[in-house]
Nanobody
Framework: QVELVESGGGSVQAGGSLRLSCVASGNTNRRHCMGWFRQVPGKEREGVSTISDQSLTSYYADSVKGRFTISRDNAKKTVYLQMNSLKPEDTAMYYC???????????????????WGQGTQVTVSS
């Protein structure tokens, strides 16, 4: 069992920045692909970004490429999502997720991820 806790969400103006953090605990010995997902009420959860266990490969949704950056620090058991140039359409609940494989699929989907955090809300105002 892996426990994930997100933080760093909040309310910002369009064009602003936020950095989300996700700290893992529990059974973390196995290598994990980590991902960030987001969801708005009435919509399905969508993938935002993923990163492999050794930070060799990362993927981004087309809607966030060039604006968001995913990174991780395994010594701190933490994954980050730096979000710049935020837009109102980025408003959502953001979730951290873990999959017990060292590499992530470029076509990531929520069903592939076994462990989830509680979510952190991001609200972008125009």
């Amino acid at each position: 069992q892996v426990e994930l806790v997100e933080s760093g969400g909040g309310s910002v103006q369009a064009g602003g920045s936020l950095r989300l953090s996700c700290v893992a605990s529990g059974n973390t010995n196995r290598r994990h692909c980590m991902g960030w997902f987001r969801q708005v009420p009435g919509k399905e959860r969508e993938g935002v970004s993923t990163i492999s266990d050794q930070s060799l490969t990362s993927y981004y949704a087309d809607s966030v490429k060039g604006r968001f950056t995913i990174s991780r620090d395994n010594a701190k058991k933490t994954v980050y999502l730096q979000m710049n140039s935020l837009k109102p359409e980025d408003t959502a609940m953001y979730y951290c997720a873990a999959r017990p494989v060292p590499y992530c699929s470029p076509s990531f989907t929520p069903d592939e991820y076994q462990f989830w955090g509680q979510g952190t809300q991001v609200t972008v105002s125009s």
